[in-house]
């Protein structure tokens, strides 16, 4: 069973950055694309960041040029780096993975808290 832990959440004030790492572990099936979500209280869950095997990358447009996903399939760990925070970016931070097996289940972590101040 894959387990997937995230960390680096914390307490930033506006303009600081946090790096947040995703672990993987147990037997995991080849990855077809990994991506961070957030979710703040009372808001939908959404897209942050997503990263094809391929490398291709793609960004919501609110973190744009301020966020960058990357993945070391070596270390079995997927990473988002933030720069500029803003109070708007304080959410419940996830990390996923998409099995490229058809009908796989994506492999979700329990998530970690980020929280900008002004």
């Known amino acids: 069973q894959v387990q997937l832990v995230e960390s680096g959440g914390g307490l930033v004030q506006a303009g600081g950055s946090l790096r947040l790492s995703c672990a993987a572990s147990?037997?995991?099936?080849?990855?077809?694309?990994v991506g961070w979500y957030r979710q703040a209280p009372g808001k939908q869950r959404e897209l942050v960041a997503t990263?094809?095997?391929?490398?291709?990358?793609n960004y919501a447009d609110s973190v744009k040029g301020r966020f960058t996903i990357s993945r070391d399939n070596a270390k079995n760990t997927v990473y988002l780096q933030m720069n500029s925070l803003k109070p708007e970016d304080t959410a419940v931070y996830y990390c996923?993975?998409?099995?490229?097996?058809?009908?796989?289940?994506?492999?979700w972590g329990q998530g970690t808290q980020v929280t900008v101040s002004s």
């Open positions: 996923n993975a998409r099995p490229v097996v058809a009908g796989a289940v994506d492999y």
């Open positions: 990263a094809t095997s391929g490398g291709r990358t």
């Open positions: 147990g037997t995991i099936l080849r990855i077809n694309s």
